[in-house]
């Protein structure tokens, strides 16, 4: 509620408050004053914080006035209530203050305009602005409560909404994609035709990229923040391609430094995607060679580096993915912004080292 804008019923209150100032029969000059700190409610919604500020201010400048210099202010004998704008200052303090503004900044402005009363010649005066600040205060309390409530459950129905697409999407679709991508192997183990059998494989490949996005996007949805579900997820699972690549013959050794944080869940998927592909490269150009994973966490990104060795032409490796290439996957980086550097090493073997952000850019 932190920034809304000025309503009609906030004109009405100003309205209302400028009657008040005005029955209060101060001569021209102090009216004048009284009305401009009455205008203020406009923005109690906005503002709730100044305005009740101002209307303390209103409250304890003209009694002090009116005793310090008797001849200048002289505090009317028949009020309603002093300052005729408390009730909108107490209310809008309570109802609209900021999450980080309650509490003692939130009360202060408040038991200040209640303090002032004490200081009323008029015992009946007090009384009447007492209770009038007691109902506005609790009014404007329970007003917060309703829209903590309101939006409580408006989260509680968003979250519930989220699962029940995380689970069509992933009884459903999932299974779905699974079917298909068994097919398309299933194809390309049968096909004659060699063209026929790489389209049924790449078919396969990009339809095994799809099921990883939905299985992370259901994730996500389960974790959902309420901000594009997307606020961070910790960095998936880099075990499983280690395992993969060392029962496929190439072992591998995985690395993390610096502490971790929760990447963006783009961000995550092309980090495992980076792995995932270079030890796919591994397994088909350097095939024997010993390989080195490691995750360095640093502020503000994440840097990924695999190196491997020299291969081993007469090494022992099980058949694998085609792989989308290093140009799609140098996209895919950058798209989450990030950069992605690979090339040959001075030693032999190959590095492919990429560096993303650790928040949405």
């Known amino acids: 509620m932190d920034g809304a804008g000025p309503r009609a019923i906030d004109a009405v209150a100003v309205l209302v408050a400028a009657g008040l ?40 400048a003209l009694p002090v006035s009116s005793v310090l210099v008797p001849a200048s202010v002289l505090l009317p004998g028949e009020l309603l209530l002093w300052p005729p704008a408390c009730p909108f200052a107490v209310y809008g303090a309570l109802a609209f203050a900021a999450e980080r503004h309650r509490g003692v900044p939130q009360w202060s402005p408040v038991v200040t305009l209640a303090l002032a009363t004490v200081a009323f010649p008029d015992p009946a005066l007090a009384l009447r602005t007492g209770v009038v600040i007691a109902l506005s205060a609790l009014y404007g309390m329970y007003m917060s409560v309703r829209e903590r409530l309101r939006h409580e459950l408006a989260s509680r129905a968003e979250r519930v909404e989220r699962e029940r697409l995380a689970g069509e999407m992933h009884d459903v679709v999932t299974h779905r994609v699974s079917r298909m991508v068994l097919q398309a192997g299933v194809l390309a183990v049968a096909a004659g035709d060699e063209r026929a059998r790489a389209a049924a494989e790449e078919l396969r490949a990009t339809g095994y990229e799809a099921l990883e996005e939905l299985r992370h996007m259901v994730a996500l949805l389960r974790r959902g923040t309420g901000e594009g579900f997307d606020r961070g997820l910790p960095l998936p699972d880099l075990r499983p391609l280690i395992t993969e690549s060392a029962a496929a013959g190439v072992p591998v050794e ?38 080195r994973v490691q995750v360095r966490f640093l502020p503000g990104s994440v840097r ?8 081993q032409p007469d090494a022992w490796v099980t058949g694998t993915d085609p792989g989308m290439g290093l140009p799609d996957l140098r996209q895919r980086v950058e798209l989450v912004g990030g950069t992605l550097e690979t090339g040959e090493q001075e030693e032999g073997g190959f590095r492919v080292e990429a560096t993303l952000p650790t928040s949405p850019s």
């Open 254 to 291: 995985l690395t993390v430094i610096g502490t971790p944080v929760p990447l963006p869940g783009a961000v995550g998927r092309t980090a495992y995607l980076v792995v995932r592909e270079a030890l796919t490269n591994v397994r088909k150009h350097a095939p024997g060679a010993d390989v």
């Open 304 to 311: 990924l580096s695999v190196r491997n060795t020299p291969g």
């Open 21 to 60: 100032t005005v029955a209060t029969g101060y001569p021209g000059p102090v009216l004048v004053v009284l009305v401009a700190a009455a205008l203020p409610v406009l923005w109690m919604r906005r503002a709730p914080l100044t305005v009740a500020w101002i209307g303390a201010g209103t409250a304890i």
